[in-house]
C-alpha cells in the first residue's frame, strides 16, 4: 500500500469503510451508521482519495469491495475491534443497572415457547438489559435486521446477506391442539373435523399441501397470524390446529388444550437464529446470542 497520513484520517472513515464493505450498499451502511446516504457517499470520496483507489465499486447487487480493499478489510476490522470492546466493556461493566434495550423478533410460537425463559436468563446475566419482543418471520427477518428494527431474529433460514449471520440450531415437528379430550387421532377424524389455520399469508399452509398430495383436503374455518389466539378460538369448539410442537406443548400446559399426535406425515422446519456480523463485536448483544442460543437448542431437542 502507499503510505498513508495518519492526520487525513479519522476512527469514522474507518466505520464508513468497515459498513460499506459489510453491507454492500451505501443506503444499507448510512442506516447503520446513523448518517445520510450523502454523508457516507463523501466519506467515501476522502477514502478513496487517501489510498488512491476506488475500493468499492458498483455492480448488479450492490457495491463490490476491490483488491486493495480485501487487503484493507481485517486491518481496519481489528482495529476497530479493539476500540469497540474496550469502550462497550468499560461502559457497561462500570455501572451494572444501565439500562438498554435489546429488540428479538420471532413468531409469537417462540414467544410462547421460549419468551420466559430468556427473559428469566437475561434478567439474571444482564439485569440491566430490557428486551423488546416483535413478531418476524423468516421472509421479512433479514429486513428487519438490516433496518435495524431487531438486534437478533429466531426462525428459519431467512435471505442470504454477506451482513447477516445465520446459525441452524436444529429441526422441529409438529403436533396438534384442539378443546376435544379424545387421547388418539386418526387421519379420518382429522379430515372430517374443522380446522384454524395459522399462517402469515392466511390462504394455505404446510398440511394443505401433504394433504394434497394424498389427494386429501381439510375444511378451514378461519385464519389467523397469532398462535396465541388458538385457545380462544379453540375453546367450546371440534375445531383443531397443527402447529409447531414446541408452542403446543406450552400452550396445553397453560390453556387446558388437548396436545395430540398429528395423524400426517409433514417435513421437519429448520429452528436457528439469525444476526448482523457485526453485532456480535458488542458483548451484551453476544451475551443475549449466547443465551437465545442456548435455549433454542434445549428447545429442540426436547
Known amino acids: 500500500m502507499n503510505t498513508i497520513n495518519i492526520e487525513q484520517m479519522d476512527l469514522n472513515l474507518f466505520k464508513v469503510f468497515e459498513a460499506l464493505y459489510e453491507e454492500g450498499s451505501a443506503s444499507r451502511a448510512a442506516l447503520r451508521l446513523g448518517v445520510t446516504q450523502s454523508a457516507v457517499s463523501a466519506s467515501l470520496a476522502k477514502l478513496r482519495k487517501i489510498f488512491n483507489d476506488h475500493l468499492f465499486t458498483r455492480t448488479g447487487r450492490g457495491l463490490s469491495p476491490t483488491r486493495r480493499a480485501e487487503e484493507m478489510k481485517p486491518v481496519v ?5 479493539s476500540c469497540r470492546q474496550s469502550l462497550s466493556l468499560a ?39 430490557r428486551l423488546l419482543f416483535r413478531q418476524s418471520h423468516s421472509k421479512i427477518a433479514a429486513e428487519m435486521l438490516r433496518n435495524r428494527e431487531v438486534d437478533l431474529v429466531v426462525s428459519a433460514p431467512p435471505e442470504a446477506s454477506l451482513a447477516l449471520k445465520y446459525e441452524t440450531l436444529g429441526q422441529g415437528g409438529y403436533a396438534c391442539l384442539s378443546a376435544t379430550p379424545s387421547a388418539t387421532l386418526s387421519i379420518e377424524e382429522y379430515i372430517a373435523r374443522p380446522h384454524l389455520l395459522v399462517s402469515s399469508g392466511g390462504i394455505v399452509g404446510i398440511v394443505d399441501e401433504a394433504l394434497s398430495a394424498l389427494s386429501l383436503k ?37 390453556s387446558g388444550l388437548t396436545l395430540h399426535t398429528c395423524p400426517l406425515a409433514l417435513p421437519a422446519y429448520s429452528g436457528g437464529m439469525g444476526y448482523r456480523a457485526e453485532s456480535l463485536r458488542d458483548p451484551v448483544i453476544a451475551a443475549v446470542v449466547t443465551i437465545v442460543r442456548d435455549q433454542l437448542l434445549t428447545l429442540l431437542n426436547e
Open 218 to 254: 381439510r375444511q378451514i374455518e378461519a385464519s389467523t397470524t397469532h398462535f396465541s389466539a388458538l385457545p380462544f378460538l379453540l375453546t367450546g369448539t371440534d375445531a383443531l390446529a397443527t402447529l409447531p410442537r414446541h408452542a403446543a406443548r406450552r400452550l396445553a400446559t397453560v
Open 91 to 129: 461502559r457497561f461493566a462500570g455501572n451494572a443497572s444501565q439500562e438498554r434495550t435489546l429488540a428479538i423478533g420471532w413468531s409469537d410460537d417462540y414467544e410462547i415457547a421460549l419468551g420466559r425463559r430468556v427473559i428469566d436468563q437475561v434478567h439474571q446475566a444482564l439485569p440491566g438489559v
Open 77 to 81: 476490522s481489528d482495529a476497530l475491534q
